[in-house]
């Protein structure tokens, strides 16, 4: 007797009932229905609709074939074991990545050790076809796909995208974080380019630091990567027809950027520091870090492009709501394009955490009468999340 005839009894209407909302919240469903309908996807994704597997995935392919056989063996559950690793690794590798130089980052559990996905050291030697489904050329052993997930997802880069609803956008990423395992490769030029800006911002911190001892500077030391990935940012956005950049930041950091970003001249800067700037008495002391810039600048592959430094309201975050004002005014009475005007936010690493108006801001995104097309979002982190000892 066919060991699935009881699939003819099933109310098919209920089934797809719950397909549907398996699809929209998959969490709400009784967690066997669950697994059942993630095989089910898993198959369509890799086995697609048709009846023959011919062109079906290596990972397919071996199942159908060992099950049409009468072989369905441990090899098979494995294969699906070295899947639900992978998945893990999409989801929560982001926990495990080298990204503060200062200090161990927190200890999360479950890890994403083997022995946690039922899978033994005596399988790492074991080649898996599951191996496919992360870019990789064919099958490999568990050791080699976990150097590669490692690679990606657990060094000095971390991707959080799981939570993406939009699946081809979920997909556009997992295929563009595999190129090169997620450590971009840059010609000499783009290193050098990186290199000279990353002097500008030092060298421009440790003569204010010499020069202006005791003064508020809001230094960037320890930031100073800043420099380079707004200037690599504004560079790769012009290239990608963006024709206007609107930047909003708070103190830390902002003589840094309106410096070698800007191109404020030092003179004007450090005229400020000793109050020459401005004959009355008329601004509270720390004026510089509060004035706006505006400057055409010619990037260094040639594209030119408009960057605008937002005057800064002075508490705390309050200058997101407007920079996403600016860029919608200008779309809509300039560009008639969202893809034309960039959003830049600098935060500071204690304000985008405690904040309300940072989760304000980013929940209108998609909202017709307040979405700018997307924002990019920079959070300088000084490991202590205030400014003053």
Same mark, same amino acid.
């Given at each position: ?14 089934? %797809? ?150 699946? %081809? ?73 963006? %024709? ?146």
């Amino acid at each position: 007797m066919d060991k699935f005839s009881f699939l003819n009894a099933a109310h098919a209407q209920l089934i %797809d009932d719950m397909y549907e909302q398996y699809l929209k919240y998959p969490d709400s469903l009784e967690p066997s229905w669950k697994a059942f309908f993630q095989g089910f996807d898993f198959a369509r994704e890799y086995y697609g609709d048709d009846d023959s597997y011919a062109d079906a995935s290596p990972v397919v392919q071996y199942a159908q074939q060992s099950v049409s056989n009468g072989q369905a063996s441990e090899d098979i559950s494995k294969e699906f074991k070295v899947l639900n690793l992978i998945e893990a690794y999409r989801t929560r590798g982001h926990l495990f990545t080298k990204t503060n130089p200062v200090r161990e980052r927190r200890h999360f559990v479950p890890t994403l050790d083997i022995e946690n996905f039922e899978l033994s050291q005596a399988d790492l030697s074991k080649k898996f076809n599951s191996a496919t489904t992360t870019g990789m050329s064919g099958p490999a052993t568990l050791a080699d796909i976990i150097k590669h997930l490692e690679e990606i997802y657990c060094d000095s880069i971390g991707v959080e995208y799981m939570h993406i609803n939009d699946v %081809d956008e979920k997909q556009f990423i997992r295929e563009w974080v595999s190129v090169n395992e997620n450590h971009p490769k840059l010609s000499a030029e783009e290193k050098t380019e990186i290199l000279f800006k990353l002097n500008q911002a030092v060298a421009f911190e440790n003569y204010l630091h010499t020069k202006f001892v005791g003064q508020k500077r809001f230094s960037l030391e320890g930031g100073e990567s800043l420099i380079p990935a707004l200037d690599q940012l504004i560079t790769r956005s012009s290239q990608l027809g963006v %024709d206007e950049v609107v930047l909003g930041m708070a103190h830390r950091g902002r003589l840094n950027v309106l410096t070698n970003i800007f191109q404020k001249s030092y003179k004007e800067i450090f005229s400020e520091f000793e109050g020459k700037e401005f004959e009355e008495d008329v601004f509270s002391g720390d004026v510089k870090y509060h004035l706006g810039s505006s400057k055409t600048i010619t990037t260094a592959s040639g594209e030119e492009v408009i960057i605008n430094l937002t005057p800064n309201p002075s508490h705390l975050e309050t200058v997101a709501a407007l920079v996403e004002g600016i860029c919608r005014a200008k779309v809509d009475h300039k560009y008639k394009d969202y893809n034309k005007v960039l959003p830049i936010i600098i935060h500071g690493d204690g304000a985008i955490a405690g904040q309300g108006i940072v989760y304000e801001v980013a929940q209108m995104m998609t909202l017709d009468g307040y979405k700018t097309g997307g924002t990019v979002h920079i959070v300088v982190n000084n490991q202590v999340s205030f400014t003053t000892n």
